[in-house]
Each structure stands twice: as structure tokens, then as C-alpha cells.
């Protein structure tokens, strides 16, 4: 089980932290990511990092605003959301793999979380 939290109205330009706990004992030989998805359209990969935390990889969107993370000892991952855009504005889901290495390949992740909504406005 993955539960997401932090998901909140931020206003353009502000910061936002978002967390993810896993309840999977094998969290932490698995890849983990966030994606992101408004309505009408696909989920979007937005940042992903390997079991180690020594790996990661982002959206083209995001990259240089958002920075992910992993607290292995206490099967945490957490995205940190700076200078943040209207078009930022969706839900946002914590996603677990099936691998170790991470990826941008949605079909890799087994588990997902409910999500959180994030919304910034102009």
C-alpha cells in the first residue's frame, strides 16, 4: 500500500513537498516514482529514482524545479516541488516498480497510491 500526502492550493512561483509511505517490507529494493495526471489526458511520468536513491530521472517539465528522494529506512519517498507553475496543477501519484532501476515506463510500476491534489494557481 502506497499513501501520498502534502497535496495542497499553492500559489505560482511557491514550493511544495510532497511524501509517499509504503507499507511493503521490500520497499527498499524497488524503484519508486511520481507521476502526474489531469483530467482528459494520460498520466504523466514526472520523477522516478532506484532502490539505492543513487539514480534518478525526470520529466522534461520538471527538471531543475523538482528534486525526488528516498528514505529507505523508513520506506519514504518524497518529491520537492520548486517554483511551480499553473501547469503543474494535477493529481499526483506515487507509484512503486517492479525493478530496481528506475524508469520512465509506466507499465513497470506495480503499485500506485490514491494520489493528492495539487493545484497552483496564477
Known amino acids: 500500500q502506497l499513501v501520498e500526502s502534502g497535496g495542497r492550493r499553492v500559489q505560482s512561483g511557491q514550493s511544495l513537498r510532497l511524501s509517499c509511505v509504503a507499507s511493503e517490507s521490500i520497499f527498499n529494493i524497488n524503484a519508486m516514482a511520481w507521476y502526474r495526471q489531469v483530467p482528459g489526458k494520460e498520466r504523466e511520468f514526472v520523477a522516478g529514482?532506484?532502490?539505492?536513491?543513487?539514480?534518478?530521472n525526470y520529466g522534461d517539465s520538471v527538471k531543475g524545479r523538482f528534486t525526488i528522494s528516498r528514505d529507505n529506512a523508513k520506506n519514504t519517498v518524497s518529491l520537492q516541488m520548486n517554483s511551480l507553475k499553473p501547469e503543474d496543477t494535477a493529481v499526483y501519484y506515487c507509484?512503486?516498480?517492479?525493478?530496481?532501476?528506475?524508469?520512465?515506463?509506466?507499465?513497470?510500476?506495480?503499485?500506485w497510491g490514491q494520489g493528492t491534489q495539487v493545484t497552483v494557481s496564477s
Open positions: 507509484a512503486q516498480s517492479q525493478y530496481g532501476r528506475s524508469s520512465k515506463y509506466l507499465e513497470e510500476y506495480k503499485y
Open positions: 529514482i532506484n532502490w539505492s536513491g543513487g539514480n534518478t
